[in-house]
């Protein structure tokens, strides 16, 4: 029984490494390549390099434009967490306390924005109309209004789980509606707002296919774009490329997303999914 | 007392951001679908199903678009829920002391750009001095090699290969927040009872988890239906039309200034999108009630 039992957990473990290694092999494949030379990193192959080219780093930093495309997607991600995050909240504190068929239509509306699709070719036309086309503003309005379906639907059950004595003694002790939100509300809703934050703030981080469609001119670009910019003007899969440079290039891009996810994890692994969970 | 501790204008930021940037797009979307707008003339004309009849004419591209589509999202919802709920049994019953390094290095690929993503594949794939080719040389599997991403019948299932790697983790931590909840004691009782361990997961497991199957399902079908960045990347839709997806053909055919077209194709998945939001709503609904 025992014997059995520690055979099947050396399987287990056998089994959960095998697949963590294949998480991990493209990450090891990057980091490997970005310290090659161009010769080396020629085959991208997983071999550790012979010398130790950090010099790549500073290349790419400079060629591939990485500070202004890091400070353009620090814009994104932050501008339009604090801003989504906020008008979700307000939203959602509203709609859980106040169960009227209303505030129900309107919840019910937001959420279903979950599931739909975006309509690009008519979002660019929005976006013309409203000169926010190929704007750092546009982007971070569009990217807090992208992520409200989800925030609301995640704190609307997180509101409904706060006693609403809380509120109702505030309001009557004199407390304004928005001093009610600001300090007493906000504050225990810090779990379910971190998790809104984390998770949009990676999405942002992540996205792609939004700057390609709204942003022309390269010095709005984020870090995704300027690196698939960088990746397909200097090089591609044929000969004559430099995936040394383009290895380089890829993790730095990917580095502050690995960093939020090594700070946040606890968040992200319970967090989130736990509001799945529980509806 | 309501009307005054909780005034409605609270709900207002977010409901004009998502009526502007969310909605406002898609009525105006299914409108433009009936017309001849392009770049091309100032004027508009109305066209009525003209769009639609060539979208879903067999032998179109726009149909082909269609059909990837659906194979990519059907593939990826079955691959990621097995997979990942293989991996979330095994990390919850099966490994016990490591089982959160696994956990959040098994989620890694998940938060990574998929622009990444998809630049490093290119490099895996690539046919002469790629990874995996390289690999099945070395372990004597060379027959299996394969051009993963040039020839025609390949490519989609390589991007979908891609794809799982990258969403399997998410889906599985999804999963194990819904395995975890599920009490001991029945497995306890089981195992009194003698059940075996497969008789306790189809009895016990499978049933008890069937809410949460339905929201990483949903999950994975909206997902599955919007699919571009990595088809993008690893393909650009390549080779021909042999992985284009809905979302790639409205990119072309945006760039192409046919945007009556391209508005209609995207219309075509806001019904589909509608229709899928309520399967989301009884999802989740049934989620609540378990």
């Not at chain 1, 899969?237 to 946040?264: C, H, Q, R, T």
Request: contains cysteine; hydrophobic residues 55%; proline residues 4%.
């Amino acid at each position: 029984m025992n014997l059995e039992r520690s055979i099947r957990a050396g399987i287990s473990n056998l089994i959960a490494s095998g697949v963590g290694l294949i998480a991990l092999a493209p990450l090891y494949l990057l980091l490997v390549n970005s310290l090659k030379n161009r010769v080396d990193a020629n085959s991208m192959s997983p071999a550790l390099p012979v010398t130790l080219e950090w010099s790549n780093f500073s290349t790419v930093i400079v060629q591939g434009g990485l500070v202004p495309a890091f400070i353009n997607s620090a814009i994104y991600a932050f501008g339009s967490t604090i801003l989504g995050v906020l008008v979700a909240a307000l939203a959602a504190y509203v709609l859980a306390r106040r169960r009227t068929r209303w505030h129900q239509f309107i919840y019910v509306l937001l959420i279903i924005g979950i599931a739909l699709p975006t309509n690009y070719v008519t979002l660019t036309k929005v976006m013309q109309v409203t000169h926010l086309i190929n704007t750092q503003v546009g982007m971070v309005v569009l990217y807090a209004a992208t992520q409200i379906p989800f925030d609301v639907f995640l704190m609307y059950a997180f509101v409904g789980r706060l006693p609403r004595e809380l509120d109702e003694a505030a309001f009557m002790d004199g407390c304004s509606p928005i001093r009610t939100f600001f300090s007493i509300i906000l504050p225990l809703l810090t779990p379910v707002l971190v998790t809104c934050g984390v998770l949009n703030i990676l999405n942002v981080w992540s996205d792609f296919i939004n700057p390609l469609y709204f942003l022309n001119s390269s010095k709005n670009w984020p870090m995704t774009l300027s690196v698939y910019n960088f990746f397909s003007q200097g090089t591609s899969f044929s000969a004559g490329s430099n995936w040394a440079l383009v290895s380089a290039d890829v993790v730095l891009s990917i580095l502050p997303v690995i960093v939020i996810y090594l700070l946040a994890q606890r968040w992200i692994l319970g967090g989130w999914s736990a509001g799945a969970v529980k509806g | 007392m309501n009307n005054k501790a909780y005034p409605t204008w609270f709900a207002g930021g977010a409901l004009v951001l998502f009526g502007v940037f969310v909605l406002l797009p898609n009525v105006l979307g299914l409108g433009f679908a009936f017309t001849d707008w392009n770049s091309f003339s100032s004027d508009v004309n109305w066209v009525g199903l003209d769009n639609f009849a060539a979208i879903f004419d067999p032998s179109s591209t726009y149909f082909t678009a269609i059909e990837n589509t659906v194979l990519f999202t059907l593939a990826t919802i079955a691959l990621k829920t097995v997979l990942g709920l293989g991996l979330a049994v095994l990390l919850t019953s099966g490994v016990r002391r490591l089982a959160y390094l696994y956990r959040a290095i098994i989620y890694l690929p998940a938060v990574l750009p998929m622009v990444a993503v998809g630049i490093v594949f290119g490099s895996i794939l690539n046919p002469e001095h790629g990874m995996l080719n390289l690999g099945l040389q070395t372990v004597g599997l060379g027959a299996l090699a394969q051009q993963w991403l040039t020839d025609i019948s390949v490519a989609l299932w390589s991007v979908i290969g891609v794809d799982t790697w990258k969403g399997v983790g998410y889906i599985m931590v999804i999963l194990i927040a819904g395995l975890l909840v599920i009490p001991r004691d029945y497995y306890e009782a089981a195992a009194i009872d003698g059940a075996s361990s497969w008789k306790a997961f189809r009895y016990i497991t499978l049933p008890l988890l069937r809410p949460v199957l339905a929201v990483t399902t949903v999950l994975n079908l909206l997902y599955g239906l919007r699919v571009f960045d990595i088809v993008y990347v690893l393909t650009s839709g390549g080779p021909g039309y042999a992985t284009s997806t809905v979302y790639t053909t409205v990119f072309r055919a945006f760039g192409l200034g046919q945007w009556g077209v391209a508005t209609a194709l995207s219309s075509v998945f806001v019904i589909v999108g509608l229709i899928l939001s309520f399967a989301v709503l009884r999802a989740l609904r049934a989620s609540e009630e378990a």
